[in-house]
């Protein structure tokens, strides 16, 4: 692991963002309770930043946590707030920003005032990582109405998505597609306040396909719904790590979320 001491040159903006991370005991992060057979899958947008000596905690949390539910949670790391690079920032010579100005839009939607936080299914308060275990088990006993599925194939540059709802009962709502990547390396503050440059950044928030919110739809009962969407690669993403995250929400919170990986057709001949 490549660690390098706390920049000079970076000390007056990391104590600035210090202010704004929240400080959990490590016996308070993670609890583990009895086994549940999830009725539907939950999304957990995470709102994080490089510079923030938590989130490293709060992304741990998550790994954590999909271990114990598997593909019913959908965790979205969202980088927003002062302690986040934009992407193609050059104040800091060799810096990989994760920022985007979408996700400034998801964090004050959301609330956040401190990172990391995190809300479950748009549905829960904004929260400490402390406490996503427990909105999730919750979220995870409650049922929908909407059966969510999703492909998404690669041919070079090109990424075909494909989208099917079903409704056991009229819905109306937006329809929203993000873009994920998994296995990004970028500079992190860590809890000790040192620098890991060489930190593999998961789950995190590239961008949306059909408009930061989303698109209106109605699903008539009993009918499919069927969206197709075309997007291009960018040239900072790994199309091999990169997945599609589908979810249905109103004002009533997200209805269901699916995650699919991007299938890469060149990989697979």
Same mark, same amino acid.
């Given at each position: 692991?490549?660690?390098?001491?706390?920049?000079?040159?970076?000390?007056?903006?990391?104590?600035?963002?210090?202010?704004?991370?929240?400080?959990?005991?490590?016996?308070?992060?993670?609890?583990?309770?009895?086994?549940?057979?999830? @009725?539907?899958?939950?999304?957990?947008?995470?709102?994080?930043?490089?510079?923030?000596?938590?989130?490293?905690?709060?992304?741990?949390?998550? !790994?954590?946590?999909?271990?114990?539910?598997?593909?019913?949670?959908?965790?979205?790391?969202?980088? %927003?707030?002062?302690? %986040?690079?934009?992407?193609?920032?050059?104040?800091?010579?060799?810096?990989?920003?994760?920022?985007?100005?979408?996700?400034?839009?998801?964090?004050?939607?959301?609330?956040? @005032?401190?990172?990391?936080?995190?809300?479950?299914?748009? !549905?829960?308060?904004?929260?400490?990582?402390?406490?996503?275990?427990?909105?999730?088990?919750? %979220?995870?006993?409650?049922?929908?109405?909407?059966?969510?599925?999703?492909?998404?194939?690669?041919?070079g540059d090109d990424i075909t998505i494909e989208v099917k709802a079903l409704s056991s009962s009229s819905y109306t709502g937006n329809l929203q597609v993000w873009v994920v990547e998994d296995?990004?390396?970028?500079?992190?503050?860590?809890?000790?306040?040192?620098?890991?440059?060489?930190?593999?950044?998961?789950?995190?928030?590239?961008?949306?396909?059909?408009?930061?919110?989303?698109?209106?739809?109605?699903?008539?009962?009993?009918?499919?719904?069927?969206?197709?969407?075309?997007?291009?690669?960018?040239?900072?993403?790994?199309?091999?790590?990169?997945?599609?995250?589908?979810?249905?929400?109103?004002?009533?919170?997200?209805?269901?979320?699916?995650?699919?990986?991007?299938?890469?057709?060149?990989?697979? @001949?």
């Amino acid at each position: 692991m490549n660690k390098i001491l706390f920049p000079l040159a970076l000390g007056l903006t990391f104590t600035l963002t210090l202010a704004s991370c929240d400080d959990i005991s490590p016996d308070d992060r993670y609890i583990e309770v009895e086994a549940i057979e999830p @009725q539907r899958a939950v999304l957990l947008e995470e709102f994080t930043g490089q510079l923030c000596v938590n989130c490293p905690l709060g992304h741990e949390t998550i !790994e954590k946590l999909k271990e114990q539910y598997g593909e019913a949670l959908v965790a979205v790391s969202i980088h %927003a707030g002062g302690s %986040a690079f934009s992407i193609g920032e050059d104040e800091i010579a060799g810096v990989v920003g994760l920022r985007l100005d979408e996700g400034e839009t998801y964090a004050s939607n959301a609330g956040a @005032q401190s990172y990391p936080s995190g809300r479950v299914n748009r !549905e829960y308060s904004i929260a400490n990582y402390d406490t996503w275990g427990t909105d999730i088990r919750e %979220a995870l006993q409650q049922t929908s109405t909407v059966e969510l599925e999703a492909s998404a194939t690669a041919d070079g540059d090109d990424i075909t998505i494909e989208v099917k709802a079903l409704s056991s009962s009229s819905y109306t709502g937006n329809l929203q597609v993000w873009v994920v990547e998994d296995g990004i390396v970028a500079m992190q503050l860590q809890p000790d306040s040192s620098v890991d440059l060489t930190y593999v950044h998961n789950n995190v928030f590239r961008g949306s396909v059909n408009g930061t919110n989303g698109e209106a739809v109605s699903i008539t009962s009993g009918i499919y719904l069927t969206k197709t969407y075309e997007i291009t690669k960018k040239d900072n993403w790994n199309i091999d790590n990169l997945s599609i995250v589908v979810f249905l929400y109103s004002t009533a919170g997200v209805e269901n979320v699916v995650q699919v990986a991007v299938e890469n057709e060149v990989t697979n @001949q």
